[in-house]
């Protein structure tokens, strides 16, 4: 719910920006901000109407916010390589409960984790786990095609 509230905070300052009201764009950027840590657009208007307003101090630190952002994302996607190439081991040797062990240290509001720990919960013959996993992927990304698939052949286990 925040991440829909920061767009339209994002959206509002994008608007007052385009009308040259600054620091009510900065205003709403920073609410956007607060909101959503990682909304990259917010951290750029900030920095940007900042810039006009001649802060430049702040408008760098703000602009090299985004910077930051993106390191840590990219030590995050390494992080999780890594982990995921563990899995696959461990998985590969049939070792399913080490495996789900593993996929327990994944961020657990990630679509794609709960895809993964459902299969292998499915593959170790946990049913209801794999069934909870699949339904969450699902309710995450209503358009997901393969967790509605998945799901409901686990649900066929069940019965």
Known sequence: MNHDLAVYYYRLALCNAAQHNLSKAVMLARRARQLDADNEKARRLLGLCLYEL?????????????????????????????????????????????AE???????????????????????????KPAAVFFARALEKDKGSAIAGVYLGEVYEKLL
Do not use: M
């Not at 994944?106 to 919960?121: A, D, K, Y």
């Open 101 to 127: 062990a593993s996929l327990r240290k994944f961020e657990p509001q990630n679509v794609r984790t709960l895809l993964i720990r459902g299969c292998v919960s499915a593959a170790a013959k946990d049913f």
């Open 54 to 98: 001649g802060e430049f101090g702040q408008a760098a630190s703000a602009l090299e916010s985004i910077q930051e952002l993106y390191e840590s994302a990219h030590a995050e996607h390494a992080r999780t390589a890594e982990l995921l190439s563990q899995v696959r081991q461990l998985a590969k040797r049939k070792k399913w409960r080490k």
